[in-house]
């Protein structure tokens, strides 16, 4: 246990003298807390903030845009309390430590609670450490430092600009788009280039071509038979030209050309960085980089990994001396080999250690099933980092043909010694048919071989790769957009604005030609393949594309590649000390601003109208545009004397992709699918999705219910489970007042008075509330939004 301890004396507000001995140490989170408790002694209390305690006002943007864009801060409601707490504690306390995270986040934080709190520089500290333990906590302890105001300034920039680009963006969309949308300088990016690789992939015409795979067999000199597979290194055009290669092999003489041997090496990929865990969790785990982040603070402020937001690849010196004696001791000498990597990203900065255990004896960890999981992946690719490479022998042999001059080529590959593969491989993005080759058999130069069946597959070139939230972030670091601390909050905040949807989709059906040599015979076939299936891939909505080909259309300038990762270069160098944080603002915010009031004045309205055709009832146009309550079918136009009729799209469905005759068929709804306790069940789709109504409410359907064939038993199935789930969502209602509930909700149990919902103050169990307390709770509710109003 450490043990450090301060006295002071001070006067109190009524003159007497007091001894002050408490040291206040502050973080931002309770779980890390808890966690520091652990390794600090007597004369220490650690507190939590809680996060950010103060941010940016809503209103005027919560900038001075006259002063200099100072920034307007105040303290949310949901903080007032947590602040008071803090401000009672620190005036407590002899010392206070500020001991929030490492990056320009945390360092911001401390300013916030320094300026808040309004500590005494004689008596504030700050210190840093990038993981909980006790010798890292003991170090920082004696080694603090001020708050770095340049840091401090960096998170300011980004924080004020983002704000002046959102709000000033997603007004914009309202108007000339669709009203509730929201823009951003990140988000924006993140979504063109999702748009960007879905266009290139509808205009990829494929092409086909031919693959010629052979089957031979070989006897060694006991006449022991061997089976080699071998394949030609070119491509054939087209089913005409396989068609010759396989007939001018039909009745050939086949021997071994030459055999060579090349010893190579594979060496280990160097321990995580956020970008590279969220990759291979992603892989590996099939987590989501949210996910990712999520349990990785966990372990971190459990004291079981180090800080989780770092760009480098770096390991301590003692971190390199652990892992040593880690691997001699589970696997031997021979495989350790220590290694320091260097950091190759673009726009690197952060100062950290890359991510590893803190003790890298512990193989695992107790915890929950995630976070074990995700503990043995850090733990492997630290470990494997520092082990020896791979020995490999690859085999290759070329294979004569007697009545061409091409050769068919069979590769092998074996691992002589397996270093760093006996604990981990990296995985890869890429999608590939080929298989891992094996240990070729035995043979020699002039060996003849026999012919068992030869194959030419019709094969197709592929489209460009669908980003997962995977390679999304390994794109925004090659680009040097965003960095460690913003790619998860990015690609969160595009799925739930309804930008991006993440979702598998099953594929479709294709014929293939396949032509065998098998004997003296050469056979054709058509086959049928799946092909295009996607699995947890980012795909853009169709309001996502439309707010994506305007922005682009209009402010080309802030969507650019380059400008997003010039202005992450330039929040490095306030960060540094390099550049007035206030001027970077300054020469962006007036033309920018123009630029916005410019396009407000001169831009269309973007429909994203598709005209599919006539009605062949009525007549009249059928198009597809952005409505606004999302995509719609309409038929007719404005301009004409009868009304336009309007059906919104499901959400499988897309303005690029729909028929005509899908189109006509969201007008079949809604349908009555028949009765149930005397009442009419309507099918229909309203904006919240496909739904049945029943007693003039409405029930959801699941997605797999298509609305077009549901019938009456399903439907009934549908209204009875959710009556089910409703009434277990009741935890208390009042005869004083039928409007008055406790409800379970999604975030827990809350207070519903006609409309309006309360939260529960914590420390009150809902199932303890009686009227009178709902109304209480009500009522302070309300005072409090009064005055903040």
């Known amino acids: 246990m450490l043990s450090f301890y301060f006295t002071l004396w001070c006067f109190n507000k009524n003159g007497g003298l007091v001894e002050m001995k408490e040291n206040l140490v502050i973080v931002e989170s309770p779980a890390k807390a808890k966690t520091i408790s652990n390794f600090l002694g007597k004369g220490f209390t650690v507190k939590s903030s809680f996060g950010h305690i103060r941010d940016l006002a809503k209103d005027n943007y919560g ?6 864009y100072t920034p307007e801060y105040i303290v949310p409601d949901d903080k007032k309390k947590v602040v008071a707490d803090l401000k009672k504690s620190a005036e407590a306390a002899s010392v206070i430590w500020l001991a929030s995270d ?53 998170q300011q920039a980004r924080r004020v600009l983002d704000r002046l680009v959102g709000f000033e963006l997603s007004p914009l969309l309202w108007k000339k788009v669709k009203p509730a949308l929201s823009a951003g300088r990140v988000q924006s990016v993140a979504v063109r280039l999702i748009v960007e690789r879905e266009n290139e992939i509808e205009k990829f015409a494929s092409t086909t071509f031919y693959r010629i795979a052979a089957k031979f067999e070989l006897s060694d000199e006991s ?37 060579t041997k090349k010893p190579s090496k594979k060496s280990p990929a160097p321990p995580f960085t956020t970008s590279t865990l969220q990759q291979e969790a992603s892989r590996k785990l099939s987590f989501s980089v949210a996910q990712t982040m999520s349990v990785a603070q966990r372990l971190y402020e459990s004291g079981k990994i180090t800080y989780m937001r770092t760009d480098s ?35 690197a900065q952060e100062a950290h250690e890359a991510i590893r255990p803190t003790y890298m004896q512990n193989r695992s960890i107790d915890g929950n099933r995630q976070e074990q999981r995700l503990y043995d992946l850090i733990w492997k690719r630290t470990i494997a980092s520092q082990m020896s490479e791979a020995q490999l022998e690859k085999t290759t042999a070329r294979i004569g043909i007697s009545t061409l001059d091409e050769h ?24 590939t048919d080929e298989r891992p080759a094996g240990l ?85 076939e058509t086959r049928k393949e799946n092909f295009g299936q996607e699995k947890a891939k980012l795909f853009p909505t169709d309001i996502g594309t439309l707010v994506n080909d305007f ?84 038929i007719g136009e404005a301009s004409e004397e009868e009304k336009p009729k309007f059906a919104s799209l499901l959400k499988q469905q897309s303005i690029k992709t729909i028929s005509l005759e899908e189109a006509l068929s969201l007008f079949k709804l809604p349908r009555i699918v028949g009765e149930f306790e005397g009442e009419e069940m309507h099918i ?106």
């Open 63 to 68: 900038i001075d845009l006259n002063n200099n």
């Open 102 to 154: 490492e990056d320009r986040e945390g360092e911001a934080i401390a300013w916030h609670l320094s300026e808040v709190l309004n500590l005494a520089p004689e008596k504030t500290r700050r210190i840093v450490f990038h993981e909980i333990t006790k010798t890292a906590i003991a170090e920082a302890i004696e080694n603090p430092r001020e708050i770095n105001q340049d840091v401090v300034n960096a």
């Open 223 to 259: 006449g022991k038979s061997y089976s080699l597979s071998a394949e030609l290194p070119s491509r054939l055009k087209d089913k005409e030209k396989a068609m010759a290669f396989l007939t001018a092999c039909n009745g050939a003489d086949f021997k071994v050309l030459d055999v």
């Open 313 to 347: 690849v770096n390991l301590a010196k003692s971190a390199l001396a652990a892992a040593k004696e880690a691997i001699s001791g589970e696997f031997g000498e021979e495989y350790s080999k220590p290694r320091n990597f260097s950091t190759k990203s673009k726009g």
């Open 408 to 431: 068919f080529t069979a590769s092998g590959e074996v691992i002589r010694f397996d270093g760093f593969l006996k604990v981990y491989m990296e995985s890869s993005d890429e999608e």
């Open 440 to 524: 070729l058999p035995p043979m020699k130069q002039n060996d003849p071989l026999n012919l068992v069946q030869m194959d030419a597959t019709e094969r197709f070139s592929k489209a460009p790769i669908r980003y997962a939230e995977a390679s999304l972030v390994k794109k925004l670091e090659e680009l040097g957009i965003g960095r460690p601390s913003t790619f998860a909050p990015t690609i969160s905040t595009i799925q739930n604005r309804g930008y991006v949807i993440k979702e598998n989709r099953p594929g479709s059906e294709r014929s293939f030609c396949l032509c065998s040599l098998i004997g003296n015979e050469i056979k054709q």
């Open 551 to 634: 922005l682009v259309q209009y402010f080309s300038n802030i969507l650019d590649y380059n400008f997003t990762a010039n202005i992450e270069k330039e929040f490095d160098k306030i960060a540094e000390g390099n550049m007035d944080w206030t001027s970077m603002i300054g020469k962006f915010w007036p033309d920018f601003h123009k630029q916005v009031a410019e396009t407000t004045e001169t831009s269309q309205r973007p429909k994203g109208e598709r005209i599919l055709g006539t009605d062949p009832v009525s007549g009249r146009q059928i198009s597809v545009k952005i409505g606004r309550f999302g995509p719609m079918v309409q």
């Open 684 to 789: 229909g789709i309203g904006k919240f999705g496909p739904y049945v109504r029943h007693a003039s409410k409405f029930y959801s359907l699941a997605k797999s219910d298509d609305p077009f064939t549901i019938e009456s038993e399903r439907s009934i199935e549908v209204i009875n489970a959710k009556r089910e789930q409703d009434k277990n969502k009741v935890v208390s209602s009042f005869k004083e007042n039928s409007a008055l509930q406790i409800l379970n909700g999604r975030w827990g149990p809350y207070i519903k008075l006609e409309k309006e919902n309360f939260r529960i103050p914590k420390g009150r169990k809902a199932e303890e509330l009686g009227y009178e307390d709902c109304l209480e709770i009500i009522e302070e509710a309300r005072k409090t939004k009064k005055n903040k109003k």
